[in-house]
């Protein structure tokens, strides 16, 4: 049984060398996922690829059900998640198509169901959310970095705003000044879900373009789509190296 999943996100609604045998649709008590499960091997590793945005990438970012996403791969049996992520990058080290693996978050989407822990209760429900991301995967992520030669940034906060828009150069000047390193949509709150259903989750944020206001130029589709094929092409190896780590 596949202990590992990877759900992609733009730039990567297929894994390239992913030999898969088996797609699976599953109903969940919150509705249905962004995508089939898929299962496959990756480098003789078992694991089940999801496609955060869709398969044909028609999910936007406020739309996606995570609560769905979350509870049909738990379901599925795995522990451990790698969220691989497009992201602005804000610190002057995150330039486009760097890879960065983040050790914090903060949140300022709006209106998104963020847990599991509401309606028919048992019990009120706190979990511990100081390190969102799981230190172990976080690791192993570097490890993998470094084995096949892409050099990782490690640490860093993600900044998740709500879109679809992009931010205004003053939103952020704010994430800057907050500590943000880079910013997307999806991180949030599916790392606040996956951590509520026990799941190990570390992200992968490939940076797709200078965030709003950090370069004179207009933000193009182009130019994501260009940073984004570079980038992808890296994290793909980087998952390659993690996963023959695990064979
Ligand atoms: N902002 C938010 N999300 C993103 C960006 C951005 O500039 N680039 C890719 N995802």
């Known amino acids: 049984m596949a202990k590992l999943a990877i759900i992609?996100?733009?730039?990567?609604?297929?894994?390239?060398?992913?030999?898969?045998?088996?797609r699976k649709d599953v109903a969940t008590p919150y509705g249905k996922p962004s995508s089939p499960l898929t299962y496959g091997e990756l480098a003789g590793c078992p694991l089940v690829f999801l496609a955060r945005h869709g398969e044909k990438h028609t999910?936007?970012?406020?739309?996606?059900?995570?609560?769905?996403?979350?509870?049909?791969?738990?379901?599925?049996?795995?522990?451990?998640i790698i969220a691989v992520a497009a992201v602005g990058g804000i610190r002057d080290d995150l330039g486009p198509a760097v890879v960065a693996v983040p050790d914090q978050i903060i949140d300022y989407t709006h209106g998104r169901r963020n847990t599991f822990f509401e309606g028919e209760l048992d019990q009120v429900t706190h979990i511990d959310f100081s390190?969102?991301?799981?230190?172990?995967?976080?690791?192993?992520?570097?490890?993998?970095?470094?084995?096949?030669?892409?050099?990782?940034?490690?640490?860093?906060?993600?900044?998740c705003t709500q879109g679809p828009r992009l931010e205004t150069a003053a939103e952020i000047a704010r994430m800057e000044?907050?500590?943000?390193?880079?910013?997307?949509?999806?991180g949030m709150p599916e790392?606040?879900?996956a951590r509520e259903l026990g799941l190990d989750y570390a992200c992968?944020?490939?940076?797709?373009?200078?965030?709003?206001?950090?370069?004179?130029?207009?933000?193009?589709m182009d130019d994501i789509?260009?940073?984004l094929k570079?980038?992808?092409?890296?994290?793909?190896?980087?998952?390659?190296?993690?996963?023959?780590?695990?064979a």
Request: glycine residues 14%; contains cysteine; proline residues 3%.
């Open 131 to 159: 390190w969102p991301y799981d230190s172990a995967l976080r690791a192993e992520l570097l490890t993998a970095g470094r084995n096949v030669g892409v050099p990782l940034i490690d640490g860093g906060t993600y900044g």
């Open 191 to 193: 790392a606040a879900l």
């Open 59 to 80: 999910i936007p970012p406020h739309q996606v059900n995570y609560c769905a996403n979350l509870w049909a791969l738990q379901q599925a049996g795995v522990e451990r």
């Open 8 to 22: 992609g996100g733009t730039g990567l609604t297929q894994l390239s060398g992913f030999a898969h045998s088996r």
């Open 225 to 227: 789509d260009a940073a």
């Open 230 to 246: 570079d980038g992808m092409s890296k994290a793909a190896g980087v998952l390659v190296a993690l996963v023959a780590g695990m």
């Open 204 to 220: 992968l944020a490939v940076v797709a373009n200078w965030a709003a206001g950090k370069t004179q130029e207009v933000i193009t």
């Open 177 to 186: 000044r907050d500590g943000c390193a880079v910013v997307g949509m999806t």
